[in-house]
Every structure is written in C-alpha cells, then in structure tokens.
C-alpha cells in the first residue's frame, strides 16, 4: 500500500511540475498591453487604431504622436494607413514613436461618429507588459483655433479576436515632447474635450511646457505617406539653396575678377619694359644677331 501511494505521489508531483512549467513558458511569452484582460502572444501580429469621435467641427489639420514599447511590439513598415486623411504625412522610421500630421483647408473631414483616425501593425517581439500612448499637439477646426469637443479612443486586435476595444489611450510621460510639443490645444486624462466630457468640474489634464518661438521640426521628423508605401526617400528637401551660391558665388567671383586685373597688369609691365626676363623664351637680341653675321662675313652692304 505504502509503494502504491508513493509512487502515486511522485506522478503528481512531476505533473505539479510540468503544468507549473508550461504556464511560467506561457506567461513569459504572452503579453499584455496596457493592463487588458486578454492577452496576446509571441510572435503574434497585432492591430492598432486610433479613434476619434464626437467632434462639433469639421478637421483641418492636426499634429499627433503615438508612443509605443518597442521592446515588446516592433512596427510593421509599411503597416501604416489611414483611409480618412489622404496625403497624411507620418514616420515610421522612429523607434518607439509614430509622428503623424496633416492638413488641408480644402478638404475637411467629419468625425462626429466614430472615425479610424489612422491604424497600423505591430509584431509582438517579448511578453510581459507594453503600453501605447499618445500626444495632441495640435488639433483644430474651420476657425482655426483647437477643438474643445470630441472623443479619442483606440482598439488592439489580434487577428478577429478583439484585446481592446473603444479603450482610453493613456497620455505620454515622455519629457522630450511634454517640454517641446505642447500648443494650445490641451490633452485630457479621459481622451474629452472640455465641452463634452462628463468631469467638467474635475477634468484632469496634461499639460507640457508651452513652446516658445522656434524652428519645428515637423517638416524633418516626418515624411510623406505615399512615398513611404514606395520606399521613396520622403518629403525631405536635400537640394542646395539658391541663397547658397549668392552668399558665397558673388564674392568668389570678385576675388578671381581682381586676380585677373593683377595678372594682367603684370603682363602688360613686362611688355613694355624688355629688361624684365621672367625666365621664359629668350628676348631678341639684334646686336648680338649683327656680330654674328659681320663674323661670317656677311655685312648690311653686302
């Protein structure tokens, strides 16, 4: 009875610890993303999108940035659409960030129900926890001034399976865009704008150090969406300003003009005064050219 109950024993305490090992290897390779219930796994190729709704005006242009851990997710090139804003202009060469902005007076677009801002792919590369956040630069209206209603929200998708749907998108910790990027607009802790959100009384924000006058960086940090999608070089300008050769074609041109005058003078001198040998072909000697011929006796007379 003894060895049947021992060897019993030891079958559950290898299961004990097959079954404790196979979870710890699933654990370490699942991941979860900002604090979901679902999980999604290593090697998965994971959904993001961004939402905007609840808007009172029509969009004309905006300056977003989308924050990701990108020791746990990497970006798929390419992955980047949006079916709502053509001509965005994004870059997806930045690691652990998205910038994306885009303008057009002409077009506006409407986003009073649920629109997919932008959306775009990611490989899940580790387990454990990753997060995505974002940061509102800019976002405004037909008046040119920010937008004080509407609603972001984002939903993760792991093939047809939903991890996060209509979430609240956490805003950025990162220093260098809270002290660089922050504008007018204003980026509230429940994704609302000041006019439509339920904590009017306690609507808790972030807020960065207002930038002051500078060159933006906008123009370089992004490029074009179409010349991405080619593996074009973007919308950077690397041609050679016309202010360039004013600046310093002019004054080379004076300095070769003056040496030319200088050379010339020195030649003409030389010209006039035969003295002067420089070492090149020997000058005409008559008198000399005379004694010779008088000494092979052929005279002027002759």
Not at 9 to 27: D, H, N
Not at 122 to 134: H, N, P, Q, R, S
Not at 147 to 164: E, F, P, Q, R
Not at 189 to 196: A, L, R, T
Request: hydrophobic share 35%.
């Amino acid at each position: 009875m003894k060895h049947y109950i021992a060897k019993i024993s030891s079958i559950l305490i290898a299961a004990i610890i097959i079954l404790t090992t196979a979870t710890t290897a699933f654990a370490e390779d699942s991941l979860k993303i900002n604090g979901a219930d679902k999980t999604v796994n290593k090697g998965d190729t994971i959904k993001f999108t961004l939402n905007l709704a609840d808007t009172r005006e029509d969009v004309i242009g905006f300056e977003v940035r989308v924050f990701y851990d990108s020791e746990k997710l990497e970006l798929v090139k390419g992955s980047v659409t949006s079916e709502t804003f053509d001509n965005l202009f994004y870059n997806e060469e930045i690691k652990g960030k998205i910038p994306l902005n885009w303008t057009d007076f002409n077009n506006p677009v409407n986003c009073a129900n649920k629109t997919p801002f932008f959306s775009c792919n990611f490989k899940v590369l580790d387990g454990g926890e990753a997060k995505f956040t974002y940061f509102v630069t800019e976002l405004y209206g037909n008046d040119m001034t920010y937008l004080k209603s509407y609603t972001w929200s984002y939903d993760v998708t792991d093939g047809n399976d939903a991890i996060i749907t209509d979430g609240v998108l956490p805003i950025t910790d990162d220093e260098e865009t809270l002290n660089n990027r922050q504008s007018h607009f204003i980026n509230y802790v429940d994704g609302k704008g000041e006019e439509n959100s339920p904590n009017k009384d306690n609507h808790e924000s972030v807020v960065g150090k207002q930038r002051s006058t500078q060159i933006q960086q906008d123009v370089v940090e992004v490029t074009r969406y179409e010349d991405v999608q080619n593996g074009g070089s973007g919308s950077k300008n690397s041609g050679v300003s016309p202010m360039l050769f004013i600046f310093i074609g002019i004054p080379v041109l004076v300095v070769l003009i003056i040496v030319a005058i200088v050379l010339a003078n020195k030649k003409n001198k030389k010209a006039a005064d035969g003295s002067d040998y420089d070492g090149g072909e020997p000058k005409f000697d008559i008198s000399a050219e005379q004694q010779a011929m008088e000494e092979a006796g052929e005279t002027d007379d002759e």
